[in-house]
Structure formats: structure tokens, C-alpha cells
């Protein structure tokens, strides 16, 4: 079974903290996504990875930065979180033109 | 206008109703998925097509390449189908493959 997960389900920051989140696929998987999810606007890319050192802006990456080091593990950082970062985090993966796996979520509240 | 349009937006149904939810979307694509996010967050890919018909245990899907349009239907539907449908497509061209996203149909079914 294809495994993402993450390394946060609820995460609770103050405005201006740095924020990592992080994600690790088992599946050798080459692409890499992160998104956020709020209500009414579905959810939107910020960033993806289609191989190590690699990255791509989405749709919304201002606010956000990624680094993918090694092939399993895809972070999501937040240089300085602001209120409304306040969101679910989803991360994804899977091998080109497969199926989609994603993580359980982390669900950010910026205070 | 979105790209991919769900309806209905909310389903009420009472247990053991068949259950049609729809997706259109207006790109060229290469494939579509529907996925299901129960509450808590998780999202699970339920189905990924490209053309014809595909069955899991009581879900069907269905794609119409022709018209654009794909259907997810749930036979004998149970409390435990509750939570949001999202359908997504994979546009030609599009970047890396990346997800075009619905926003989804929440499904509530009453015992």
C-alpha cells in the first residue's frame, strides 16, 4: 500500500513563526505536491516536485517555500506564517500519469 | 468559470437510494479522478479513467469524452458513503500533469 504521510495533523503557530511541514512518501514516487484546502475554494496547488532539487510554483505559491532534498521527502515552509495561512495542508504523490495519494493533512492555525 | 464544475454542490439522500453525481469540465484531458475526503481531512482516489466505465463494489464511474462529462454513482448507498466527492482532471499540456480540481459535492445519506 502506497503510504504518504505527514508530519502533523493540527499545528498551532503564532504570526511571523517559521513553519515547517513535512511529508514523506514509501513509494519512490517521482512527483510531489502541496496543497491547501478552504471551504468554498477547493483545493489549490502552492507547490510541486517532479524529481529531487526540483520545484515549481503552483497556482498560489506567495507566502510559501519548498525543499525536496531527497526523493521520499517533500516540506513545505512557511517563512513567516500569517493568519491567513490558517488552512488544511494537503500533501500528495504519485508516479507520472498514475494515480494520486495523499497524506492525512495538517490542519494550520495561525494565532 | 471554473475549468471543472461539480453539481450538485450538496446531496441529501436517504439510505439505499442510488446516488448520480456529476462533473463537466471544459479542457482537453488525459484522465479524470474522483476522490473521496471523509471528515478529518484524509482524501482517497476512488477512481482514475480515461474512457468507458469503471466498477469498484457499489461506485460506478463513468466518462463521456465527447461531452466532457463524467458521473459518479453510488448504488445502495449507506451512511458510512458520507463525506465530500471531489472530481479532477489532468488537462493536455498541463503542467506535469498537475490536477485541476472541482470543489466538490457533499453527500450526507440519513439512515
Known amino acids: 500500500d502506497v503510504k504518504v504521510t505527514q508530519s502533523s495533523r493540527y499545528l498551532v503557530k503564532r504570526t511571523g513563526e517559521k513553519v515547517f511541514l513535512e511529508c514523506v512518501q514509501d513509494?519512490?514516487?517521482?512527483?510531489m505536491f502541496w496543497y491547501r484546502q478552504d471551504p468554498g475554494l477547493g483545493l489549490r496547488l502552492i507547490y510541486f516536485?517532479?524529481?529531487?532539487?526540483?520545484?515549481e510554483k503552483g497556482d498560489i505559491p506567495e507566502g510559501y517555500s519548498v525543499s525536496r532534498e531527497k526523493k521520499e521527502r517533500f516540506s513545505l515552509i512557511l517563512e513567516s506564517a500569517s493568519t491567513n495561512q490558517t488552512s488544511m495542508y494537503l500533501c500528495?504523490?504519485?508516479?507520472?500519469?498514475?494515480?494520486?495519494?495523499f497524506g492525512p493533512g495538517t490542519r494550520l492555525t495561525v494565532t | 468559470k471554473n475549468e471543472v464544475e461539480q453539481s450538485p454542490q450538496n446531496l441529501t439522500a436517504q439510505e439505499g437510494e442510488f446516488i448520480t453525481i456529476n462533473c463537466s469540465y471544459s479542457?482537453?484531458?488525459?484522465?479524470l479522478h474522483w476522490l473521496q475526503q471523509h471528515p478529518g481531512g484524509g482524501i482517497v482516489s476512488l477512481f482514475m479513467?480515461?474512457?468507458g466505465k469503471k466498477k469498484h463494489g457499489r461506485l460506478i464511474a463513468t466518462i463521456n469524452i465527447q461531452e466532457k462529462h463524467s458521473s459518479l454513482h453510488i448504488t445502495a448507498s449507506h451512511p458510512r458513503d458520507s463525506a465530500v466527492y471531489i472530481c479532477?482532471?489532468?488537462?493536455?499540456?498541463?503542467?506535469?500533469?498537475?490536477?485541476?480540481f472541482g470543489k466538490g459535492t457533499k453527500l450526507s445519506v440519513k439512515p
Open positions: 479513467l480515461s474512457s
Open positions: 500528495a504523490s504519485r508516479l507520472p500519469g498514475g494515480e494520486q495519494y
Open positions: 516536485s517532479y524529481d529531487v532539487k526540483m520545484k
Open positions: 513509494m519512490d514516487h517521482e512527483n
Open positions: 479532477a482532471v489532468i488537462s493536455y499540456g498541463g503542467s506535469q500533469g498537475n490536477l485541476i
Open positions: 479542457v482537453g484531458i488525459s484522465a
